[in-house]
């Protein structure tokens, strides 16, 4: 299968693309996690993108579009691939068409307050880039490879209420766009973790069997 995984920032787009992508043995794509490492090694790509995220913009199209379709040749995408974090204009949906044949679109929905809220409890792991949330009083060790976990820099309630503008505003088009197309599946995303991921799976599940008994 060939997914793309929609839903506004700090949605747990990341968390629920881990448990999709190991269920169905798809090579897990996030943008996000490939900026950050460009950031890290301070490339000149990764230094340019790193004043527009710290300010919550989104990143030039042509960037993004050079580093997927790269990406995508891969030999771990033979049996597939999720697209965690692209496309995030039409632009780059319309890139996305002449590269791949997409079989569904994830539609993670959530209401911009709860996102807020969340966003204050969010910490990332620098080492392996695992996310999860923490309350007051708890231990801010990543629970997968033990290291100390951060906060990001575009986690603040300011930088996230201005993310939140600029995916409506870029990103939600995208919808109707998928919608049209017959691809779109949408997912309550403020239930719990385990309770998205059943939404999930249930979707994919029952495309799986339509696709095999065709």
Do not use: W
């Amino acid at each position: 299968m060939k997914l793309i995984l929609l839903g506004p920032p700090a949605a747990g787009k990341g968390t629920q693309a881990e448990g999709i992508a190991e269920r169905y043995s798809l090579a897990h794509i996030s943008t996000g996690d490939m900026l950050r490492a460009e950031i890290a090694l301070k490339t000149p790509l990764g230094l340019e993108a790193k004043a527009l995220i710290d300010e919550g913009n989104l990143v030039p199209d042509d960037i993004i579009n050079r580093m997927v379709a790269g990406r995508i040749q891969r030999e771990d995408c033979a049996n597939g691939f999720l697209l965690d974090g692209y496309p995030r204009t039409l632009a780059q949906a319309e890139v996305l068409s002449e590269l791949a044949d997409i079989d569904a679109v994830i539609d993670i929905e959530i209401p911009g307050e709860i996102i807020i809220r969340r966003v204050a409890s969010r910490r990332v792991c620098p080492a392996c880039g695992h996310t999860e949330s923490v309350q007051p009083g708890e231990e801010e060790i990543c629970e997968k490879c033990g290291a100390a976990l951060i906060q990001r820099a575009d986690d603040t309630e300011e930088k996230m209420r201005h993310r939140l503008e600029v995916y409506h505003e870029s990103t939600e088009p995208l919808i109707r766009y998928y919608t049209e197309r017959g691809l779109i599946a949408p997912v309550d995303g403020a239930m719990t973790i385990a309770e998205v991921a059943e939404q999930i799976f249930g979707i994919l599940d029952a495309k799986k069997e339509a696709e095999e008994n065709e």
